[in-house]
């Protein structure tokens, strides 16, 4: 509908326009001769004790994580999301990232949205590692030695 409102007619302006509005969109692409690879393990901000209060060290630690994060490979998936984290990536990285499409071998976490015959088809997407890395959350101590995510 968007599209459609606003005249937008090739695949390039489309994306543009949805990223330039901050819109979650998705990127397919043929995945039937691509191997299954693991994403890389990304950086935390770790376990705090239950009492903790972050200090500015904490906060330009998570801010060099994060932008560390979205200048790599798949900081680009940050765009594509929306919301807070397309936000947050438009910040550091900017929507051309999104337009340098990786090469195969940097590809992984896969998810298969539609097939054929003869294909597959799927998209990549970030891990809960990921989000929560961008969204500075941490886990916090419980007194029974369980871990809980705190934003």
């Known amino acids: ?59 330009q630690a998570y801010i060099s994580l994060r932008n560390s994060f979205l200048k790599s490979s798949r900081g680009r998936l940050a765009l594509l999301s929306g919301g807070i984290l397309w ?27 539609f097939s054929t015959s003869r294909a597959l088809y799927g998209r990549e997407k970030l891990t809960d590692e990921e989000i929560d890395l961008l969204c500075g959350a941490y886990y916090m101590e419980k007194s029974t030695s369980e871990s809980k995510p705190i934003v």
């Open 1 to 59: 509908m968007f599209c459609i409102q606003k005249t937008i007619d090739t695949p390039a302006s489309i994306g543009r326009n949805l990223l330039e509005h901050g819109i979650p969109f998705r990127m397919s692409f043929e995945v039937s001769n691509m191997e299954h690879r693991q994403v890389p393990r990304c950086a935390v901000l770790g376990v705090r004790p239950l009492d903790y209060s972050p200090t500015l060290t904490d906060y």
């Open 87 to 113: 936000r947050l990536a438009m910040e550091v990285i900017g929507p051309e990232a999104v337009f340098g499409f990786p090469c195969e071998q940097d590809m992984c976490n896969t998810e298969i949205i």
